[in-house]
């Protein structure tokens, strides 16, 4: 296992108390465990929603490729449930849900956060926020309960967020070919649809993989050409533009 | 996030109590990823204690998210607090990667070749 990150990084913050920080009394879990703070060298965060269904492994595959035990936080939503919960107190539509969440360090410089987000329509409120500024979003699926996804797929396409599909394969899962699979979560031909076992860090940390993958072969064009441009051209540089090429000669490999 | 309904009473939402009826941040609300660390000036004896809570929690970088978990409170009122604190200076920031850069490719590769790393 090449990934000791979590603890004994001597770049991480010693989690000793600061000198006025004597009064630790009430703080709920222990405020001082190894492994609690982000590397002092990070530089910012980024990250990545594992949306769908209850049960699905969300928090297995988090809890897998995190670095800290997973943490989970209510999320209060308001508004949310209109029309699909039932309120029992009229004019309260107050709501929480309950989020997992863990975290990558990457190259000590970046950390990830991945968040798990339950897929069902009603909590699409709750996720706009969460999605925003996310690099794109891992759909769990169980084969024996496709349905149950259809939902986590659909708030993704609504949302515009890329997204890649693992199938968390359950023992006695009924097995389905990727043609089949596709079909019937209607998938886009390039979204990633791999397997996995959430409880297997090779197998959680693929499906990441795939992610990334995916978000950098639909990253646009001119992301993947963020060289420099021309260094400033002399100023008496006849013309900016490229020269046109000759009609044909260049024509893009077409399929 | 930016249109929150502002007549919302603050009874409807107890934990709303702790940010004295706000759930305003007075501006964009710092993301859940966002990193928070607090800063060596000496804490304010006025401090309500779940500001002090957080500043004990902020000894070292840890997302907004994780300010919450370990807090026990919701993240829109840890966003609350965590902005009063910014804003007295007791609490530094290191803001999330900007959208702008979430297509850049050679930002991706670097997540990617992280994530290799680990297999």
């Given at each position: 296992?090449?990934?000791?990150?979590?603890?004994?990084?001597?770049?991480?913050?010693?989690?000793?108390?600061?000198?006025?920080?004597?009064?630790?009394?009430?703080?709920?879990?222990?405020?001082?465990?190894?492994?609690?703070?982000?590397?002092?060298?990070?530089?910012?965060?980024?990250?990545?929603?594992?949306?769908?269904?209850?049960?699905?492994?969300?928090?297995?595959?988090?809890?897998?490729?995190?670095?800290?035990?997973?943490?989970?936080?209510?999320?209060?939503?308001?508004?949310?449930?209109?029309?699909?919960?039932?309120?029992?107190?009229?004019?309260?539509?107050?709501?929480?849900?309950?989020?997992?969440?863990?975290?990558?360090?990457?190259?000590g410089?970046?950390?990830?956060?991945?968040?798990?987000?339950p897929?069902?329509?009603?909590?699409?409120?709750a996720?706009?926020?969460?999605?925003?500024?996310?690099?794109?979003?891992?759909?769990?699926?169980?084969?024996?309960?496709?349905?149950?996804?259809?939902?986590?797929?659909?708030?993704?396409?609504?949302?515009?967020?890329?997204?890649?599909?693992?199938?968390?394969?359950?023992?006695?899962?009924?097995?389905?070919?990727?043609?089949?699979?596709?079909?019937?979560?209607?998938?886009?031909?390039?979204?990633p649809?791999?397997?996995?076992?959430?409880?297997?860090?090779?197998?959680?940390?693929?499906?990441?993989?795939?992610?990334?993958?995916?978000?950098?072969?639909?990253?646009?064009?001119?992301?993947?050409?963020?060289?420099?441009?021309?260094?400033?051209?002399?100023?008496?540089?006849?013309?900016?533009?490229?020269?046109?090429?000759?009609?044909?000669?260049?024509?893009?490999?077409?399929? | 996030?930016?249109?929150?309904?502002?007549?919302?009473?603050?009874?409807?939402?107890?934990?709303?109590?702790?940010?004295?009826?706000?759930?305003?941040?007075?501006?964009?609300?710092?993301?859940?990823?966002?990193?928070?660390m607090?800063?060596?000036?000496?804490?304010?004896?006025?401090?309500?204690p779940?500001?002090?809570?957080?500043?004990?929690?902020?000894?070292?970088?840890?997302?907004?998210?994780?300010?919450?978990?370990?807090?026990?409170?919701?993240?829109?009122?840890?966003?609350?607090?965590?902005?009063?604190?910014?804003?007295w200076?007791?609490?530094?920031?290191?803001?999330?990667?900007?959208p702008?850069?979430?297509?850049?490719?050679?930002?991706?590769?670097?997540?990617?070749?992280?994530?290799?790393?680990?297999?």
């Amino acid at each position: 296992m090449a990934s000791k990150a979590v603890s004994d990084d001597p770049d991480r913050a010693s989690g000793q108390p600061g000198p006025h920080t004597g009064r630790t009394r009430d703080t709920p879990g222990p405020g001082t465990q190894p492994g609690k703070y982000v590397s002092a060298g990070v530089v910012g965060a980024a990250k990545i929603l594992v949306v769908g269904p209850l049960g699905v492994g969300k928090t297995t595959l988090i809890g897998t490729v995190s670095e800290i035990k997973p943490l989970s936080t209510e999320a209060m939503m308001t508004q949310a449930g209109a029309g699909v919960d039932t309120v029992l107190t009229p004019g309260k539509t107050t709501t929480t849900v309950a989020l997992d969440f863990g975290r990558i360090t990457i190259d000590g410089a970046l950390v990830l956060y991945l968040f798990g987000t339950p897929g069902q329509q009603r909590f699409l409120p709750a996720w706009r926020d969460l999605a925003k500024g996310s690099l794109g979003a891992l759909a769990l699926v169980d084969t024996r309960d496709l349905a149950a996804s259809f939902d986590a797929l659909g708030n993704l396409e609504d949302l515009g967020l890329p997204f890649a599909v693992a199938v968390n394969v359950f023992p006695g899962s009924p097995q389905y070919t990727e043609h089949e699979l596709r079909a019937a979560l209607d998938l886009l031909p390039d979204t990633p649809l791999v397997a996995c076992d959430a409880r297997n860090l090779r197998s959680s940390v693929q499906v990441l993989i795939a992610l990334l993958g995916h978000l950098i072969d639909t990253a646009p064009p001119e992301a993947h050409g963020l060289v420099p441009p021309p260094a400033p051209a002399p100023a008496s540089a006849p013309a900016v533009a490229p020269a046109p090429a000759p009609a044909g000669s260049t024509a893009t490999e077409s399929l | 996030m930016t249109d929150r309904p502002e007549d919302r009473t603050p009874s409807a939402v107890r934990p709303y109590v702790i940010t004295r009826g706000r759930s305003d941040t007075g501006g964009e609300p710092l993301a859940w990823e966002t990193l928070v660390m607090a800063t060596d000036a000496a804490f304010p004896p006025s401090l309500q204690p779940e500001h002090h809570k957080i500043l004990t929690h902020c000894q070292g970088l840890l997302s907004v998210a994780e300010v919450a978990a370990h807090l026990g409170q919701p993240p829109s009122v840890v966003q609350v607090l965590l902005s009063d604190l910014v804003a007295w200076g007791l609490i530094v920031i290191r803001p999330p990667i900007p959208p702008a850069e979430h297509t850049d490719v050679t930002m991706l590769r670097k997540v990617l070749h992280g994530l290799e790393s680990r297999l």
